[in-house]
């Protein structure tokens, strides 16, 4: 506990390093924020009754449910590639690390190529920020977790283009944790959302 | 000492004339020492400090008489909806900032904060996001629905300026700042403390600051949301906040409140470490009941996340959610009152001297129980329905923030000010603004529940003579001056002493806590070699007996390699790029109404501008990082 030096910033007082701590940190903020779209979803949920279109017309369609729940699986999938690409950069082993990093950053692409085209359904249908409540706080609660993504696929992009050009480095295995840290809380956000939006009657 | 007058050592020889000028503004721009940092940030809250009081000024002034129109009423609501957004978000926080980032590495053995870069990111979005917020004023007009922004008088057809997107825009840039800075500080007091400095050894302020950060932490998110949805109902076409096309005005309050109570402790609970460090120095004694004082401060962060709907009684709660948060508001009052009889107990018996440091430290504790029995009167749901949105409030949150929270910050700053800059603050100067500041702060303020409780609502832009509240309304103009005066006498202070005031010492109080250990001011890396803590209390233990409860009380290391990181421009860079990115969402309407029909040639040109600038930045810092500067 105690054998730690201020100027030493790999292991802090806490036997924890100041930057996944930090890290951690910023997920309780995160949760604070994701808390707070879905207690705005959840207040306007089942609320429109005149302006369609309306949530259940649009969710509770079974394919659309069924693409949505496949792509759950998807970004369940991308977890545990992020583990694997993890162990890689511990191990030094490269190919395995890009290879599965890659992959997670394809499977996170692929979620959001999915969730583009689900947008451009419900816009088909008449959906839009502003055609009534449900169309607001859904696309705002789904659009901040699509951005989430968004930022993490560039932050794995970034770990795979700094184990290329700078090699694996002492810091980088730690560098590729907290990455992966912040894509396992992107995740978990999801699986909350999903069942919140989707599976909710 | 006075011999000393004028030859504090300097570090390094600076050249003179423009060319010295330009190197330090450089050396400030591109700093990222916490204590340059906290020294910015305690000098811009102070430049807002004054701007928020010369708003609060011209209000006082138009109410100083029935039937005054020396300000137009849609400038008046401006200048109390700045005053309030000033004063809250880029005074009283940034103060605390400011000694946080200066102190709260000291007290705990560091060498700096955990990290230095993102701190100077924080700075440097606070400011952009403060002067973006006052651009207002020249572009079109400044905010005007109140600091707490209800809706749905925020929305675009009641307030028709871009003065609110400019409000919610800043804020947004000050919410991003306070929590990065508030990360910074939990990461630097638990996970780099120095050897021996136990949890249970952190000096109080240290305690509080880290309880506030946590507060802000879990809090914000809240209000960013909120913001994020009156933005999007502004410009994009949504209802979020609007009664008539199925929205819910109460949405914003509850998520504005939830924000909104935290934010209370957030400003009063580090002036409440500010003075738990004052009163044990000045009454030479260890403060009465240390666990008790920290953990009462964790009590009373905790239990602010649950009462946020008490400022929402009035608007038509079910009795039983009314109760529960009125017993909830109730309950914060134990942990407060254990607070106050520990600082009582740490007086009792002591051996008292009474510095301009420990009289505001004393003053705190005595206008802060007032404006604390004023909030049990409104935690209670009968009562608050009869003096809710009158001046009683105002009298109330007033009494608290400036008699409370300001005061602990100008304790901060006569107890302080030499070890940061090496010279005392003259105490005849200093009881002189002691004594304009409690005097004008009790005309200004206590009548202000007479008002209250006489039926003068609050936010009311001018009001009959035949209502009976001329002469009190004087009387706060009077004492309102009377604070200003005693501002602008703290000014003079300051730079009087920074010129010609008394050479200080490295420890002039006869302290206790690390901060007292070194120089004043302190060098670049706070201590040649890391501090080894043997008690709660190193240095006033080290100084008398030297016995800690385990071992020495306090020890130097061993000698060793010192790495700072260089100065860094990217921080400031990248925060300037927000804030362009920011000037651009300010016309995001005209962009999402011409896209909608389907013309192109509207581009958000200058968001894109701002998102570059905050690539390149980002780039340019990571490469710093990556070669280990």
């Keep these: 506990m105690e054998n730690s030096t201020p100027s030493n910033h790999s292991v802090g007082s806490l036997g924890v390093d100041s930057k996944k701590l930090g890290m951690w940190t910023f997920m309780g903020s995160e949760v604070m924020l994701f808390a707070s779209l879905i207690a705005t979803y959840l207040t306007f949920r089942g609320k429109d009754t005149v302006n369609p279109p309306f949530a259940h017309e649009l969710l509770n369609h079974p394919d659309s449910a069924f693409i949505v729940a496949v792509n759950t699986l998807v970004l369940l999938c991308s977890s545990l590639t992020m583990v694997l690409a993890l162990d890689g950069a511990e191990r030094g082993n490269r190919r395995k690390f890009f290879t599965f990093i890659l992959a997670t950053a394809a499977l996170g692409s692929l979620f959001l190529g999915v969730q583009i085209n689900e947008y451009a359904g419900l816009i088909r249908e008449g959906l839009s920020l502003s055609a009534n409540q449900f169309g607001a706080s859904f696309f705002v609660l789904t659009g901040f977790h699509g951005m989430h993504v968004a930022i993490g696929v560039f932050l794995l992009l970034y770990a795979a283009f700094r184990g290329k050009v700078q090699g694996f480095t002492r810091e980088f295995p730690l560098a590729v944790e907290i990455i992966g840290l912040y894509w396992h809380f992107v995740d978990l956000v999801w699986v909350v959302i999903f069942m919140i939006v989707y599976l909710l009657k | 000492m006075a011999a000393h007058v004028g030859t504090l050592p300097r570090t390094r020889k600076k050249p003179e004339g423009l060319t010295g000028f330009l190197i330090t503004v450089i050396d400030y721009m591109t700093t990222v020492d916490h204590k340059r940092i906290g020294v910015m940030y305690l000098g811009a809250s102070f430049v807002f400090l004054l701007v928020g009081g010369l708003e609060a000024l011209l209000i006082r002034t138009q109410l100083g008489a029935s039937n005054l129109k020396l300000i137009a009423p849609d400038l008046y609501n401006q200048l109390f909806t700045m005053h309030g957004t000033t004063m809250v978000f880029m005074a009283v926080m940034p103060f605390n900032a400011g000694f946080g980032n200066y102190f709260l590495p000291i007290m705990v053995g560091a060498r700096d904060m955990a990290y230095p870069r993102l701190n100077a990111l924080s700075l440097w979005t606070f400011l952009f996001g403060g002067l973006f917020m006052y651009a207002s004023f020249l572009l079109g007009g400044a905010p005007n629905a109140g600091w707490f922004s209800y809706a749905p008088l925020t929305e675009s057809n009641y307030s028709v300026t871009h003065g609110m997107d400019f409000w919610v825009l800043g804020l947004q840039m000050l919410g991003v700042s306070s929590t990065l800075g508030a990360i910074n500080f939990i990461v630097t007091a638990l996970n780099l403390r120095a050897p021996g400095m136990r949890i249970n050894r952190m000096p109080l302020f240290v305690w509080m600051t880290v309880v506030t950060s946590f507060l802000l932490v879990l809090s914000l998110p809240s209000v960013s949301i909120a913001m994020i949805l009156l933005l999007f109902d502004r410009n994009l076409g949504t209802n979020f906040y609007i009664a008539k096309m199925g929205g819910d005005p109460l949405l914003w309050q509850h998520l504005f409140w939830f924000f909104g109570h935290p934010e ?103 206008m802060f129980v007032i404006g604390g029995i004023g909030g049990v009167f409104l935690g209670s749901p009968p009562v608050d329905y009869q003096i809710t949105d009158t001046y009683f409030v105002v009298g109330h949150l007033h009494y608290v923030l400036v008699g409370g929270a ?189 896209w909608a029909i389907g013309d192109m040639s509207v581009n958000p040109v200058v968001v894109l501008l701002g998102v570059v600038i905050v690539l390149f930045a980002a780039m340019n810092w990571q490469n710093e990082v990556s070669a280990g500067k």
């Design chain 2, 406 to 594: 300001l005061v602990g910050i100008m304790s901060g700053f006569y107890y302080w000010f030499p070890k940061m800059t090496g010279r005392l603050l003259s105490e005849a100067l200093g009881k002189t603004h002691f004594v304009l500041w409690t005097t004008g702060i009790t005309l200004t303020f206590l009548p202000m529940h007479l008002l209250g409780i006489l039926g003068m609502p609050r936010r009311i832009y001018t009001y009959y003579g035949d209502m009976g509240w001329d002469t009190w309304n004087l009387i706060q103009t009077f004492g309102a001056y009377l604070i200003g005066a005693g501002a602008l006498l703290f000014l003079f202070n300051v730079l009087k002493s920074l010129r010609s005031g008394e050479v200080a010492g490295n420890d002039p109080w006869d302290g206790a806590t690390l901060e007292w250990a070194t120089s004043s001011p302190p060098p670049a890396y706070n201590f040649a070699t890391t501090p080894i803590v043997g008690s709660r209390r190193p240095y006033w233990d080290h100084k008398h007996g030297g016995q800690g409860d385990s071992g020495a009380a306090l020890e130097m290391g061993a000698p060793e390699h010192i790495h700072l990181p260089s100065p860094s421009i990217w921080p400031m860079v990248l925060a300037f790029g927000v804030m362009v990115a920011m000037t651009g969402m300010l016309y995001m309407k005209d962009l999402a109404e011409s």
């Design chain 2, 264 to 366: 209370v402790y957030v400003m009063i609970l580090p002036a409440m470490g500010i003075i738990s460090e004052v009163l044990p120095t000045f009454a030479r004694k260890p403060i009465f009941g240390y666990s008790f004082v920290a953990y009462s401060g964790i009590a009373i962060g905790f239990l602010g996340f649950t009462v946020w709907a008490h400022h929402m009684f009035a608007v038509g709660m079910p009795p039983i959610v009314n109760a529960a948060f009125s017993l909830g508001s109730m309950l914060i009052g134990v942990p407060t009152g254990v607070k106050i009889f520990n600082w009582i107990g740490t007086l009792w018996g002591g051996n008292i001297r009474y510095s301009t440091a420990m009289l505001f430290a004393i003053g705190f504790i005595g």
